[in-house]
C-alpha cells in the first residue's frame, strides 16, 4: 500500500497580516489514493482498484494540519459508471508502469517545497538580514522602516560631508551635491526588504547577511562637469628639461614625468566607492610627457659646456676683441621651442661688450633737427653713423661658440637716424604763424631766469597730435638746471623761490598757442593781476601742481622759437598756418579796490599795493576753411592786490 505523503501547509506570517500583499498559493492539493481491499486470493495484475483524483472544490478552504495531506486522498471503489481513471486509455493487457506514479508523485513534492520555499520567503520579508550592513552602518534585524530611519541619519549624515579624493600624490576634496551625487536612503531599505524568490535572500535570512550597497543617483551630467574641474587641483604638470648658466657655468634641471587624471574612469570610481570607503577614494591618473625630454637636455647641456669652453675672438672693423667665456655665458640663454632647446644668444648684449672692448669702433648718427639761423628754422644733422648688427653678431657668435673654430667675423653696418631730413621736410615748418611778446621788469635774476627758460622752449618740436607741457620742457626747475631764486606768488603771497619770473614764461607761450589756435589742455590765471600780461588772458605754473599745455591738432608740425631781447620775452610758433582766429574781450567788471592789510611776524616783508580786483570773460574764434570750430570764452576774477604793511 502506497502511504500518503503529507507536508506542513504554509502559514501566513502574522507581519503581513491585514497587508494588501497577496498570499502565496496553496501547495496542499486534494488527491485519491488508491487503497487495495482485503482480499482472500493473491491479487492478479489487472485486479487493483481504480484510483480517482478528486478535486476539492473552490469554495471551500484548505484543511491545515497535518491532516491536510490525508484529507486530499480518498479512496474510491470500484464503480463502473465512472470513467475517469488516471490509468484510462491504457491497454488492460499492458502492464502498469511505476514512472507514471513516480512522475505523479514528483511533482506533488515540487509543488510542495515550493510552497514551503515561497512562504520562507513572504515570511522574512520586510526584515533586513541579520548581520546586513551598509556603508558600515548595522542594519540587521531591523524592518524596513526602522532600517531607513537609521541610514538616513548616520549614512544621509556622511553623504552630506566632502569626499576626500586623491590622484598620485595629489589630493583635493569634493562636494557630493555638488557633482549630482545623492544617497537614497529609502530605496537602500527597499532593496533589502523587498519580496524576493532569489536563493540568496533566504540564505542571508537563515545563515547570516552580508555588506550592502547604498543606492546612489547621480546626475551624469554635472558629475562629469564637476569631474573635469579636479584637474586644476589633481593634475601633476610635467617638468621640462632646462639648461641655464650660473656663473658662467653651464647647468641642467631634469626632465620629469607629470600624470594627468583619466576623467571617465575617475567619474566611475567616485561613484563606487563614495560613502563606502575608508578614506580618500583614489583615482586613475595616465602619465604626461615632457615636452623637454632628459635626451633633449642632455645634449643642450653637453653644447653649453662646449659654448663656455673657450673666449670668442670677434673680427670686426679691423679690430679684434677677445670675449671672454664669462661674457658670452652672461649673453647666452637655452629657451624652449618647439619642443627642443636651443641656443640663444642676447645680441645688443653682445655689441655693448664688443664696443667696450675696441676703440672707437662706432659713430653716432647724427639726427636730422631744426635750428634757428637768421632767424628762420632751418634743419641741419641726418647723417648715418655705424653700428654692429645685433642679430648678425649673436649668429656669429654662437656658431664660434659652439665650434672649435672660436673666431666670429662681422661687418660693420649703417645706422640711419631716428629723425631724418626727409621726415622733418614733411612737416610743413616753413611760416611763423603766431608771435607774442611780455616786458620785462627790471629784476635782472628774474630776467635771467627767463633767459634759461627762453633757450629750453627755443627750437621745441610739436608734432602733429602731440600735447606740449612747458613744465616737461622748462625741467628741472632747480639751481642745478640753471635758475636762481626769484620773486613768485605763492598761495596768494607774494614771496621768493627757484625760477622765480617763470610765469612770464607760460603767459608768453601761453598767447603764442593762443593765436596760433591750437588746443587748449590747460592753462590757470594768476591770483593777481600784473599790468603786464592781458587781463584775463595770461597763465602761471607751479611744478606739482599748474602746468600750461596746449595740444598740436593740426596737421604739420609747430616748432616753438623763443628768446629775450628789446626788453621782452618773445616766443613764435612756425608751421603752416591752418586756422584763422579772432579775439576779444568784455569789460571789466566787479571790480574791487585794494586796502591796506597789516601782517604779524618776523617773515611779514611789506608789499605796496598793486591793481584792483575785477572780473573778466575773454573770447576766441577758431575757423577752419571758413568754418567756425572752436568757440570758446574764459571767464576769470582777480583777487585786490592789497597793500601789506608790518607790526
Given at each position: 500500500?502506497?502511504?500518503?505523503?503529507?507536508?506542513?501547509?504554509?502559514?501566513r506570517?502574522?507581519?503581513t497580516?491585514?497587508?494588501?500583499?497577496?498570499?502565496?498559493?496553496?501547495?496542499?492539493?486534494?488527491?485519491?489514493?488508491?487503497?487495495?481491499?482485503?482480499?482472500?486470493?493473491?491479487?492478479?495484475?489487472?485486479?487493483?482498484?481504480?484510483?480517482?483524483?478528486?478535486?476539492?472544490?473552490?469554495?471551500?478552504?484548505?484543511?491545515?494540519?497535518?491532516?491536510?495531506?490525508?484529507?486530499?486522498?480518498?479512496?474510491?471503489?470500484?464503480?463502473?459508471s465512472?470513467?475517469?481513471?488516471?490509468?484510462?486509455?491504457?491497454?488492460d493487457?499492458?502492464?502498469?508502469?511505476?514512472?507514471?506514479?513516480?512522475?505523479?508523485?514528483?511533482?506533488?513534492?515540487?509543488?510542495?517545497?515550493?510552497?514551503?520555499y515561497?512562504?520562507?520567503?513572504?515570511?522574512?520579508?520586510?526584515?533586513?538580514?541579520?548581520?546586513?550592513?551598509?556603508?558600515?552602518?548595522?542594519?540587521?534585524?531591523?524592518?524596513g522602516?526602522?532600517?531607513?530611519?537609521?541610514?538616513?541619519?548616520?549614512?544621509?549624515a556622511?553623504?552630506?560631508?566632502?569626499?576626500?579624493l586623491?590622484?598620485?600624490?595629489?589630493?583635493?576634496?569634493m562636494?557630493?551635491?555638488?557633482?549630482g551625487?545623492?544617497?537614497?536612503?529609502?530605496?537602500?531599505?527597499?532593496?533589502?526588504?523587498?519580496?524576493?524568490?532569489?536563493?540568496?535572500?533566504?540564505?542571508?535570512?537563515?545563515?547570516?547577511?552580508?555588506?550592502?550597497?547604498?543606492?546612489?543617483?547621480?546626475?551624469?551630467?554635472?558629475?562629469?562637469?564637476?569631474?573635469?574641474?579636479?584637474?586644476?587641483?589633481?593634475?601633476?604638470?610635467a617638468?621640462?628639461?632646462?639648461?641655464?648658466?650660473?656663473?658662467?657655468?653651464?647647468?641642467?634641471?631634469?626632465?620629469?614625468?607629470?600624470?594627468?587624471?583619466?576623467?571617465?574612469?575617475?567619474?566611475?570610481?567616485?561613484?563606487?566607492?563614495?560613502?563606502?570607503?575608508?578614506?580618500?577614494?583614489?583615482?586613475?591618473?595616465?602619465?604626461?610627457?615632457?615636452?623637454?625630454?632628459?635626451?633633449?637636455?642632455?645634449?643642450?647641456l653637453?653644447?653649453?659646456?662646449?659654448?663656455?669652453?673657450?673666449?670668442?675672438?670677434?673680427?670686426?672693423?679691423?679690430?679684434?676683441?677677445?670675449?671672454?667665456?664669462?661674457?658670452?655665458?652672461?649673453?647666452?640663454?637655452?629657451?624652449?621651442?618647439?619642443?627642443?632647446?636651443?641656443?640663444?644668444?642676447d645680441?645688443?648684449?653682445?655689441?655693448?661688450?664688443?664696443?667696450?672692448?675696441?676703440?672707437?669702433?662706432?659713430?653716432?648718427?647724427?639726427?636730422?633737427?631744426?635750428?634757428?639761423?637768421?632767424?628762420?628754422?632751418?634743419?641741419?644733422?641726418g647723417?648715418?653713423?655705424?653700428?654692429?648688427?645685433?642679430?648678425?653678431?649673436?649668429?656669429?657668435?654662437?656658431?664660434?661658440?659652439?665650434?672649435?673654430?672660436?673666431?666670429?667675423?662681422?661687418?660693420?653696418?649703417?645706422?640711419?637716424?631716428?629723425?631724418?631730413?626727409?621726415?622733418?621736410?614733411?612737416?610743413?615748418?616753413?611760416?611763423?604763424?603766431s608771435?607774442?611778446?611780455t616786458?620785462?621788469?627790471?629784476?635782472?635774476?628774474?630776467?635771467?631766469?627767463?633767459?634759461?627758460?627762453?633757450?629750453?622752449?627755443?627750437?621745441?618740436?610739436?608734432?602733429?597730435?602731440?600735447?606740449?607741457?612747458?613744465?616737461?620742457?622748462?625741467?628741472?626747475?632747480?639751481?642745478?638746471?640753471?635758475?636762481?631764486a626769484?620773486?613768485?606768488?605763492?598761495d596768494?603771497?607774494?614771496?621768493?623761490?627757484?625760477?622765480?619770473?617763470?610765469?612770464?614764461?607760460?603767459t608768453?607761450?601761453?598767447n603764442?598757442?593762443?593765436?596760433?589756435?591750437?588746443?587748449?589742455?590747460?592753462?590757470?590765471?594768476?591770483?593777481?593781476?600784473?599790468?603786464?600780461?592781458?587781463?584775463?588772458?595770461?597763465?602761471?605754473?607751479?611744478?606739482?601742481?599748474?602746468?600750461?599745455?596746449?595740444?598740436?591738432?593740426?596737421?604739420?608740425?609747430?616748432?616753438?622759437?623763443?628768446?629775450?631781447?628789446?626788453?621782452?620775452?618773445?616766443?613764435?610758433?612756425?608751421?603752416?598756418?591752418?586756422?584763422e582766429?579772432?579775439?576779444?574781450?568784455?569789460?571789466?567788471?566787479?571790480?574791487?579796490?585794494?586796502?591796506?592789510?597789516?601782517?604779524?611776524?618776523?617773515?611779514?616783508?611789506?608789499?605796496?599795493?598793486?591793481?584792483?580786483?575785477?572780473?573778466?570773460?575773454?573770447?576766441?574764434?577758431?575757423?577752419?576753411?571758413?568754418?567756425?570750430?572752436?568757440?570758446?570764452?574764459?571767464?576769470?576774477?582777480?583777487?585786490?592786490?592789497?597793500?601789506?604793511?608790518?607790526?
Amino acid at each position: 500500500m502506497i502511504a500518503p505523503v503529507s507536508a506542513e501547509p504554509w502559514v501566513r506570517p502574522e507581519s503581513t497580516v491585514g497587508s494588501s500583499t497577496p498570499a502565496p498559493p496553496s501547495t496542499a492539493l486534494p488527491a485519491t489514493v488508491p487503497e487495495v481491499p482485503a482480499s482472500s486470493g493473491p491479487a492478479g495484475p489487472h485486479d487493483a482498484p481504480t484510483a480517482r483524483l478528486d478535486p476539492v472544490p473552490a469554495a471551500s478552504a484548505p484543511p491545515v494540519g497535518p491532516e491536510a495531506a490525508a484529507a486530499g486522498f480518498t479512496p474510491v471503489p470500484p464503480d463502473d459508471s465512472r470513467d475517469a481513471s488516471v490509468f484510462e486509455g491504457f491497454d488492460d493487457g499492458a502492464p502498469r508502469h511505476g514512472w507514471v506514479r513516480g512522475l505523479v508523485w514528483t511533482g506533488l513534492a515540487v509543488l510542495v517545497l515550493g510552497g514551503l520555499y515561497t512562504g520562507a520567503q513572504w515570511f522574512y520579508s520586510d526584515k533586513v538580514p541579520t548581520g546586513t550592513t551598509v556603508a558600515g552602518v548595522d542594519v540587521g534585524g531591523m524592518t524596513g522602516d526602522a532600517a531607513e530611519d537609521e541610514l538616513a541619519s548616520t549614512v544621509g549624515a556622511r553623504a552630506a560631508e566632502p569626499v576626500d579624493l586623491t590622484a598620485g600624490d595629489s589630493g583635493t576634496t569634493m562636494d557630493p551635491a555638488a557633482a549630482g551625487l545623492a544617497f537614497d536612503a529609502h530605496a537602500t531599505a527597499q532593496e533589502l526588504t523587498a519580496f524576493s524568490m532569489n536563493p540568496s535572500r533566504l540564505w542571508q535570512h537563515l545563515f547570516g547577511g552580508e555588506a550592502a550597497d547604498p543606492v546612489v543617483t547621480v546626475d551624469d551630467t554635472v558629475l562629469d562637469e564637476q569631474v573635469e574641474t579636479l584637474h586644476g587641483s589633481l593634475d601633476v604638470a610635467a617638468v621640462d628639461g632646462t639648461v641655464q648658466f650660473v656663473d658662467g657655468a653651464p647647468s641642467a634641471t631634469d626632465a620629469a614625468d607629470g600624470a594627468a587624471l583619466v576623467t571617465d574612469e575617475a567619474a566611475d570610481r567616485i561613484v563606487a566607492g563614495w560613502l563606502v570607503t575608508d578614506g580618500a577614494i583614489d583615482l586613475p591618473t595616465e602619465p604626461v610627457a615632457p615636452e623637454i625630454t632628459q635626451e633633449e637636455t642632455d645634449a643642450a647641456l653637453e653644447q653649453a659646456q662646449t659654448v663656455v669652453s673657450a673666449p670668442v675672438v670677434v673680427s670686426v672693423g679691423g679690430q679684434d676683441p677677445e670675449l671672454p667665456a664669462e661674457v658670452v655665458a652672461g649673453a647666452a640663454s637655452y629657451p624652449a621651442a618647439d619642443g627642443e632647446l636651443a641656443l640663444s644668444l642676447d645680441g645688443p648684449t653682445l655689441v655693448e661688450a664688443v664696443v667696450d672692448r675696441t676703440n672707437d669702433l662706432l659713430t653716432t648718427a647724427d639726427d636730422a633737427h631744426f635750428v634757428f639761423s637768421g632767424g628762420k628754422p632751418v634743419i641741419e644733422g641726418g647723417e648715418p653713423g655705424t653700428t654692429i648688427d645685433p642679430d648678425a653678431l649673436a649668429a656669429a657668435v654662437g656658431e664660434a661658440a659652439t665650434s672649435d673654430e672660436r673666431t666670429a667675423d662681422v661687418e660693420l653696418t649703417e645706422s640711419d637716424p631716428e629723425q631724418s631730413r626727409e621726415a622733418l621736410e614733411e612737416l610743413g615748418v616753413k611760416e611763423k604763424i603766431s608771435e607774442f611778446a611780455t616786458p620785462l621788469t627790471n629784476d635782472a635774476v628774474r630776467t635771467d631766469n627767463l633767459r634759461v627758460g627762453a633757450s629750453k622752449v627755443d627750437e621745441t618740436l610739436v608734432l602733429p597730435g602731440e600735447t606740449f607741457s612747458l613744465i616737461d620742457t622748462l625741467s628741472p626747475i632747480t639751481i642745478a638746471g640753471g635758475y636762481h631764486a626769484s620773486g613768485i606768488v605763492q598761495d596768494g603771497k607774494h614771496t621768493e623761490g627757484v625760477g622765480g619770473g617763470l610765469s612770464q614764461m607760460a603767459t608768453t607761450t601761453y598767447n603764442a598757442g593762443f593765436f596760433a589756435g591750437l588746443e587748449d589742455v590747460e592753462h590757470r590765471q594768476h591770483s593777481y593781476w600784473f599790468t603786464r600780461y592781458p587781463a584775463g588772458r595770461e597763465a602761471t605754473i607751479y611744478v606739482g601742481a599748474l602746468d600750461m599745455r596746449f595740444k598740436n591738432d593740426t596737421p604739420y608740425g609747430v616748432l616753438m622759437q623763443s628768446w629775450v631781447s628789446g626788453g621782452q620775452l618773445h616766443v613764435a610758433t612756425w608751421s603752416t598756418k591752418y586756422y584763422e582766429v579772432e579775439t576779444s574781450a568784455s569789460p571789466k567788471t566787479n571790480v574791487v579796490p585794494t586796502t591796506t592789510v597789516t601782517h604779524k611776524g618776523s617773515d611779514c616783508e611789506p608789499i605796496p599795493a598793486g591793481n584792483p580786483g575785477f572780473s573778466i570773460t575773454n573770447y576766441r574764434k577758431v575757423y577752419l576753411d571758413g568754418d567756425l570750430v572752436k568757440d570758446e570764452a574764459d571767464h576769470w576774477t582777480y583777487k585786490p592786490d592789497n597793500e601789506v604793511v608790518c607790526e
